[in-house]
Antibody, heavy 122, light 106 residues
Framework: EVQLVESGGGLVQPGGSLRLSCAAS????????MNWVRQAPGKGLEWLSY????????YYADSVKGRFTISRDNAKNSLYLQMNSLRAEDTAVYYC???????????????WGQGTLVTVSS | DIQMTQSPSTLSASVGDRVTITCRAS??????LAWYQQKPGKAPKLLIS???SLESGVPSRFSGSGSGTEFTLTISSLQPDDFATYYC????????FGQGTKVEIK
């Protein structure tokens, strides 16, 4: 079964940094684009960032551009999100999600990981 | 940016009811639209892609329709397992989600 497992969430002070990881299994990781999506408590879903299978194409939402960095290590079947200059409004559950469009990317997301909670507070 | 607007925000319904959720886009998506179901404390689950293509394993009581800027998700006969929040998502230009529609028990 295709599986995504996030880790790295926790409590961080405003202005601090955190690195999220997403471990992928049971599919050829390097052939799929990946995404990060977040959900603030009681709110809707917000797409944050996209990375192609080869890491050659990367996109960010305006809300995190310049503060967050997406990356991947295909040898380790892992996706990452480096989050710097964190703000209270970044408090959310962060999900990694696989793009459904094999090789090309740009499609809807399936599956999703279970999410990891990031809390930004002093 | 493409904006997505769902209606209603909350929907109260009974088991067996026919339920329709609408999603409108600020510009044409052709058919690049997906629907997700999310239950409390769980990750979203993809139900429908390309506006009307049912994902494998999704019950046939779910259906999607529409193109351009207006889309609908219909549940033909609401079941107890269907009480959840539903999101539309455009993937024409980057990705944007609607604000969600919570389907609750009447």
């Amino acid at each position: 079964e295709v599986q995504l497992v996030e880790s790295g969430g926790g409590l961080v002070q405003p202005g601090g940094s955190l690195r999220l990881s997403c471990a992928a299994s049971e599919f050829t990781f390097s052939t799929y684009s990946m995404n990060w999506v977040r959900q603030a408590p009681g709110k809707g879903l917000e797409w944050l960032s996209y990375i192609s299978g080869s890491s050659s194409t990367i996109y960010y939402a305006d809300s995190v551009k310049g503060r967050f960095t997406i990356s991947r290590d295909n040898a380790k079947n892992s996706l990452y999100l480096q989050m710097n200059s964190l703000r209270a409004e970044d408090t959310a559950v962060y999900y990694c999600a696989r793009d459904t469009f094999f090789s090309t990317g740009g499609g809807p997301f399936d599956p999703w990981g279970q999410g990891t909670l990031v809390t930004v507070s002093s | 940016d493409i904006q997505m607007t769902q209606s209603p925000s909350t929907l109260s319904a009974s088991v067996g009811d026919r339920v329709t959720i609408t999603c409108r886009a600020s510009q044409s998506l052709t058919s690049w639209l997906a629907w997700y179901q999310q239950k409390p404390g769980k990750a979203p689950k993809l139900l429908i892609s390309d506006a009307s293509s049912l994902e494998s394993g999704v019950p046939s009581r779910f259906s999607g329709s529409g193109s351009g800027t207006e889309f609908t998700l219909t549940i033909s006969s609401l079941q107890p397992d269907d009480f959840a929040t539903y999101y539309c998502q455009q993937y024409k230009i980057y990705w944007t989600f609607g604000q969600g529609t919570k389907v609750e028990i009447k």
